[in-house]
């Protein structure tokens, strides 16, 4: 086998940095130098150091926070003292650190990236501090020992407030211990100095968030009035008879009724919207006029709030013409998806076409029929695929095979043909190395999926539904899943996430960018969003993320990720038909 080194060899330099610096001036040392140091702050400051420690305790913090919140329940506390503190509100100071710490670095980074160079540069001279380390570890134990006690109620009700306090202090040491380890004291003393009272503000955003967070589930029920109000104006010119119980909530026909729970209010989809509108409006930020462009967020609100109501209303027409399995199934869960997808693109495209939002120059081409157009070389394959499974998710019985799902494969197949001229100029070999890190993603899916225990139900009422139908139709369906597990949906991915986002995020005209000069930021930034895509399987998506960015700048090739990501759907298909494990798709 390679040495870890070897294999490690085909990285750029200047991956582990923003800005891989050379003089046009000639070859004069001091010339060059005097050039360097005019030239090399504020734009062209290398973080590479900061964001390594950073990245290093943000991937020791999120580890332990999973076990910890899968070991640790609140409602087995008592309600006593101290107990009772950490019970109700112990939920509540967890999302105050991790919402503080993401709008202070997100905004230090954006607003101080100079002075966080100097930092980095300090940080590049100064070794991890391991015996701070080990001494993390330490009070990790003791915070362990001490959850083992007071969350099982083994303690004497005398002990129950000492307990309390100790792990509590055992927790913010460990935090304190971590955090001196990557960051000496001096670091985030300039930390502070640098960045002023942003501390101040984004510890007033997140406790605004919170509470804010708190008095929308108080919302839930005006807002379930409000969405029981439109649903009624919106099936009133369908419907002669309108059954509607406001003090039960229960809407519907003489055939077919349904019940709006506070869930169904629409604010979960509000809050989606508002998170996308913001992340838009931060990536172009060069591309939109403000503050025209944030009455696109108000905008986009009032328009998923509304489709929310009109998705409700479909339901119920649905439900009453006789196809109670589908708006029960299929269409209940993937309608809101729909629509909030339906507000996203409108979003993209008004704040991209409408000059009164947009400082671009007006194009009479659409943004899908041109050829010329970048992104939607990059991104429509995706959002084929997408439109496609939602289609096929909403016309599918609840328990049932989605047997529609052809229609996103063949959209896809499609666009990717379209516009295969566009993709000659990337590079689409790889060597064996691709395959490894396919097989490893298949390895941390399938332990994710096992310890997250997925009931065996829903795989069975596939099997049956799939063993119930004619031979010719469950094979074709089969063959379709695998060629786009295999094909499409690794091609069309790989391009969306690796070949646009991963890029974006670097430049504008990601074109331009090579694979190889991504930095560190833009390799996690759309890792993330990747695993978000996954749903619940997001931690097992990010990881993948992360393995097919490091494959395609290994070399610079996307051909590395795809056929990593083809290795590992392959693999994955091969799982599903030899087990049943029909949640895997």
């Known amino acids: 086998m390679r040495s870890r080194a070897s294999i490690l060899k085909g990285f750029p330099q200047h991956f582990f940095a923003h800005v891989q610096f050379s003089s046009p001036l000639g070859s004069d040392p001091s010339e060059c130098a005097t050039f360097k140091e005019r030239l090399v702050l504020p734009n062209a400051v290398s973080l590479r150091s900061l964001t390594r420690r950073i990245l290093a305790l943000i991937f020791l913090f999120s580890t332990e926070l999973i076990f910890v919140s899968v070991w640790l329940d609140g409602e087995s506390l008592s309600t006593a003292g101290l107990s009772g503190i950490i019970r109700y509100a112990g939920s509540w100071i967890l999302r105050c650190i991790v919402g503080f710490a993401a709008i202070f670095a997100t905004f230090a980074y954006l607003k101080n990236k100079a002075e966080l160079g100097k930092i980095s540069a300090q940080l590049a001279q100064t070794p991890i501090r391991w015996r701070l380390l080990a001494a993390h570890g330490s009070a990790m134990l003791v915070f362990g020992g001490l959850s083992s006690v007071l969350y099982a109620g083994r303690g004497s009700e005398s002990w129950v ?143 998923l709030f509304l489709l929310n109501a009109v998705r409700i209303a479909a339901l119920i027409l649905i439900g009453d013409a006789g196809a109670r399995q589908i708006a029960l199934g299929g269409f209940h869960s993937q309608g809101g998806w729909i629509a909030f997808s339906a507000v996203s693109v409108g979003f993209c495209v008004v704040s991209q076409q409408v000059p009164w939002f947009t400082t671009r120059q007006p194009s009479t081409e659409s943004l899908v029929t041109t050829a010329h157009n970048p992104t939607a070389a990059f991104l429509l394959p995706f959002a084929m695929i997408l439109a496609g499974g939602m289609i096929a998710s909403a016309a599918a019985r609840a328990g049932s095979v989605e047997w529609l799902y052809p229609v996103g494969f063949f959209a896809a197949a499609g666009t990717l043909w379209i516009y295969r001229k566009r993709y000659a100029s990337l590079t689409w070999s790889c060597d064996w190395v691709a395959p490894a890190i396919g097989a490893l993603v298949f390895v941390i899916w399938i ?139």
Not at 164 to 178: E, L, P, Q, R, T
Not at 185 to 197: M, N
Not at 257 to 277: D, H, Y
Request: include cysteine.
């Open 161 to 303: 407030n000492p307990l309390a306090a100790g792990w509590f202090v055992a927790g913010i040491s460990a935090i304190a211990f971590a955090g001196l380890a990557f960051l000496p004291w001096t670091a985030w003393v300039q930390l502070i100095r640098y960045t002023g009272h942003l501390w101040a503000y984004a510890s007033i955003a997140v406790i605004l968030a919170c509470v804010v967070g708190n008095m929308c589930q108080r919302l839930w029920q005006p807002a379930s009035f409000l969405t029981f109000g439109l649903t009624k104006v919106f099936l009133r010119p369908f419907v002669s008879s309108i059954v509607a119980n406001p003090a039960t909530m229960v809407i519907g026909t003489q055939h077919f009724r349904v019940q709006i729970a506070p869930q169904c209010s629409g604010l979960e989809g509000v809050g989606l919207i508002l998170s996308f509108g913001i992340l838009w409006l931060l990536l172009f930020k060069r591309e939109c006029r403000f503050p025209q462009s944030l009455v696109l967020l108000p905008l986009s609100v009032a328009v």
């Open 447 to 585: 332990a994710l999926d096992r310890f997250s225990n997925t009931a065996d139900y829903a795989d069975y009422q596939v099997s049956v539904a799939l063993m119930a139908s004619p031979m010719i139709a469950r094979v074709t369906w089969i063959t379709i899943r695998v060629l786009a597990a295999v094909v499409t949906v690794p091609l069309a991915e790989e391009l969306a996430f690796r070949g646009f986002l991963m890029r974006r995020w670097v430049s504008p005209d990601f074109e331009s960018v090579s694979f190889r000069s991504v930095t560190w930021v833009a390799l996690l930034a759309s890792s993330i969003f990747f695993g978000l895509l996954h749903g619940r399987y997001w931690i097992g998506g990010s990881f993948a993320g992360i393995l097919f960015g490091l494959a395609v700048i290994r070399r610079g090739r996307i051909g590395e990720a795809v056929v990593a990501h083809a290795t590992a759907n392959a693999l994955l298909a091969a799982y599903v038909l030899t087990y049943h494990k029909w949640h895997l798709w």
